[in-house]
């Protein structure tokens, strides 16, 4: 079990159901600004000081997860150049830490997920690419807002996937309509996938507004979700 505490959440991941395999998880939610880059970092930086090795892969045109280390990203050895071909995987890693890798994004990789999104088969861009990398314990996706290619694509390659949110009326429907995607892909297109949970990263159990509380109530009423 890995656990991940911080001011805002806790993160609970189980390790012990795979065996000799890279475990991909991914941090979705349809909306910006819920913590999925944070959360990323937060767990990559768990699981190095617990000794296994994790490679970061930024999906979003955003750069969040990429600027996060301050290093350069020559033009064609990015996510972008992957997807469209022009360069292999393993040319764009690059190791940020000891046993910490990452795959950088740019703001060019909106215009590839759109290219990429128009050949058939695009949802399996990301796992056949993960299906060729050895040596390493876990992947971790950052995806961007939305239900674009992208997230399609990292939903597809997925062990696991957990959604950091926030407890606001506003974004529930969102939430249920991701939870229903995440049902699609695992009965079409991966049917290891699992939630491995939802996360409130703005959420203060003392709080006292109701609001919270029945965000809480109907998120663990889905079918979809063992809370």
């Known amino acids: 079990m890995v656990t991940v505490e911080t001011k805002e959440h806790i ?4 390790t012990i159901a795979f065996i000799c395999a890279m475990r ?3 941090m979705a939610n349809h909306k910006g600004g819920t913590g999925k ?4 970092l937060n767990v990559a930086q768990t699981l190095r000081e617990q000794g296994h090795s994790v490679l970061l892969i930024d999906c979003d045109s955003q750069c969040n997860l990429t600027q996060s280390f301050t290093l350069p990203t020559p033009l064609g050895k990015r996510l972008d150049a992957v997807l469209l071909g022009q360069a292999s995987l393993s040319d764009t890693v690059q190791e940020v830490g000891e046993g910490l890798y990452l795959v950088p994004s740019s703001p060019d990789l909106a215009e590839a997920e759109e290219r990429i999104g128009k050949k058939p088969g695009a949802e399996f861009a990301l796992k056949e690419l993960l299906d060729e990398v050895e040596a390493i314990d ?3 996706i950052d995806t961007p807002g939305g239900l674009g290619k992208l997230t399609y694509a990292a939903l597809t390659a997925a062990t696991a996937v957990f959604i950091p949110a926030q407890p606001e009326y506003y974004g529930i429907e969102g939430l249920v309509g991701l939870l229903d995607v995440c049902q699609q892909v695992q009965k079409r297109l991966n049917k290891d996938l699992k939630i491995g949970g939802l996360f409130f990263t ?10 919270q509380k029945d965000m809480v109530a109907l998120l663990e009423a889905h079918p979809y979700l063992d809370l």
């Open 37 to 40: 880059t944070t959360s990323c």
């Open 202 to 211: 703005q959420y203060n159990r003392n709080d006292r507004r109701r609001a």
């Open 11 to 14: 993160v609970r991941i189980e």
């Open 24 to 26: 991909t998880i991914v």
């Open 138 to 140: 876990f992947c971790l």
